[in-house]
């Protein structure tokens, strides 16, 4: 298990050096730069050399790349080419805590609402309950995240007169204030959980009506278990292993949802600075935040993975 | 000094007023959120703005000292060097001191700053003299803290404005000769040749006066840092997320600024903006209202709304190559436009016909009645151009046009415009590119036969006519490749003559013979801003068009509350 993971960890080298030379390349293949936003509309040829070589931005594409990469080596994920040129480890100090609690609280919740809502359509199925659950799980795949967070905070104002702190304040800390922090995140990981859910819901009932027709499950019910015992220990644990499965994938979504989420709440997380840096051709905070995702990614990946091997004791890696 | 000069006006408001202000900065924040975020160009200042709601500022009361608001802020500030930066004027309008202010609307320029007297005594109008306010300090904390500004800081500014790498429209400093300091309290600048514009730009809020200091002090730039002379000063920046302003103690116009501190909170989405002003995070609104939405608010006694005409300036730009180089083409076009159907349907009926110079611009744009009668919308007209053109089953075209972030009046207006088209038989196809390729791939190099994007909101004659003459706005070239020697001629008179009765003569004739050239630019229509604050929010009088009282500060400094 162990010479698994570490050829795993090894194996993020080349896949996080071939995502942020993509990313290199594909910025160099679209037209326009930093500099020729930051130059704007009146701008001059001459002024606008001037700009891309302030920036390092007319050497040769290889040793642009090469500077970037010997940076990250040594923990440096250069400057903004923007007008601030804030360093890109500042603002991800600030950022990846928001993200992070964001994703994980978006993990939980769509845990929460897909799993139990699964396994009880499973074992009432084809009854009132069986097709509300269908029905909601279509309902939340069809929902736009943008178009229900806007509803969220709408009505929120309209008929509560709430809003989300963070529209008046900065991010407070879960261990600063645990209530300040649950209406900061709650809503934006509910908006973000509930097409995860449906998924997840969908997926479990499924797995669940496969694995209640097996022999071990009728041998629980002739050992005269509750259904309870039967449902919760021997036939869960066996479906959850698609979910499981589906359940780490949706990290990438999950990055993608951020983006529009992180907008419309106003939580200054790494989506919402990615979708700025993308517009302005930041070039190097994209490459960066880029082999941020992508090592997220892989990572979770190994992490669904590994809770196989927990799930199912039969499950060995070499 | 001829009789109806800027300068005129401006020495006679020395006599009796002292201060207004800080709208240039406003002007200057929105022209930068409109290019960023297609908001309309909320112009936040002027003479002529419309209140309504509960009290009026003016019948608001005795100011009070204290307090603390929160504005929302739909742009993001990347950062605040006034002389280089865009996206953050509104905030430098409140940390530096300015010689100067201008009242957009009256275009009267008033003495609000660091400059108590003007004089300019040559004919020629090329020398400036001004005569510094003792006792204006700088923000404790930073370099020169609690130091006199002095003409030194005006030199050290001005020149940095003129020649950092990145700064905007260089045109007024790079005709300045030399400049003179022959005291700490007297700074003088004499220019090449005469150069109206520079009126208006010097109280422009690029035109901060920075501390020599703080300039010397920080050689990477004034991006991320703030230390100057004015009401507030920084005292946190994060300009994608908030920016915090507290009072400078130490201010020339004490008890001013009459808050303790200000907060901006940058929300980029507009619904999510409107929702935290309604809701009471924010107690000045910083999205764009729409007419509904002022309506909405309107019915709330709560809030205190005000209408001022936008300097939006969207414009449908014409390559002059076929087959629009052909007269009757362009005549085509204009008649099949129905500037009152975009009226209608994207300003909810609420707008005016653009001239050449903005509508808003009330002083130098042309009539509105001239500019009705002459737009026609005739479709029948149309097509006979269009067969007269050889053209009579129309033409095919493609309009470029950049995908901004924000609301999509850009968008929607285009597809107005391109149903339009399609009913006299101009088939438009509509390619949206997003903003960085379309300035690299289209504006720049002129690769386009129609583009269609809002030019920035000027609220001054002379950018807006820069788009026709042949040299462009850049200096450059014009990017629709028109070229035209009467014009080009007018539009550099314009700019020489100070004498105000004489240039609105030159400016009203350049219109006219823009109009009868129907192009290179078409353009079409505009509307209002909304403005709506919390009613225990008071400003100044500076956008109500009420006189200021004598000890009026700038924008910013007059903000109270009774909360």
Redo the contacts between chains.
Sequence with gaps: MRDYIIRRVFLLVPIMLGVSLLTFLIFRVIPGDAAVLTCGFGCTDEVLEAIRHENGLDRPWYEQYGDWLWGVLRGDLGESVSESQLPVTTELDRRLPITGELLIMTIIMSLILGVPAGVLSAIRPNTPLDWLTRFTSVLWLSIPHFWLGILIITFGALWFGWTPPQFGQSYVPFMDDPWINMQQFFFPALVLAVGIAATIMRLTRSAMLEVMRNDYIRTAWSKGLRERTVVWRHALKNALIPVITVTGLQVGALIGGSVIVESVFNLNGVGKYVLEAILRRDLFVVQSLTLIFAAVYVLSNLAVDLAYAWLDPRIRYA | MVESSYWKRFNKRVSRRTLLGGSAALALGAASAA?VGCNGGTNGNGGNGDTSGAPSPAAAGTPRLGGHI?LGRGV?S??I?PH????GLDIDALVYSYLYSWRTGTEEIVLNNLAEKFEQPDEEHLEFIFTLRPGVKIHPGGPGAGEEMTSEDCVASFERRGTA??A??KRFPHRIERYETPDPYTFKFVMKRPFVPAVREMANATWAIVPKKVIDANP??L??VAFGSGPFKLEEF?????IVLRKHEDYFLKPRPWLDSMTN?????N??LL??F?????DVNGALLSKSNADDLKSDDNFIIIRTPSFFYPVIHLKMREPFENIKVREAINLALNRDEIINVIQQGEGEYNPPIQWAQTKWALPQAEVRAFYKHDPDRARALLAEADLPNGFSAKMKLPKL?GPSIVGDIAALVKDQLGRVGINIELDEV????????T??PGNFHMAFFPN?PYDEPDRPLAFYHSKG????GNWTNYSNKELDQLVDEQSEEFDEVKRKDIILKAQRLILAQHGPQLTLTGGYNYQARWNYVHFGTELTGEEPPKDAGPFGADIWVDK
Excluded: W
């Design positions: 290019l929160t993001a990347l950062g060097d280089v930066d865009l996206t790498l990145t905007p429209d990477n730039g991006s991320q994060r300009g994608q997320e908030k909170i940058v929300i980029t989405e619904s999510s929702a935290a309604k809701g009471g995070q924010h972030t997003e903003l960085g390729a379309f300035i690299s791939s504006l720049l920035l706005v850049t200096g450059n």
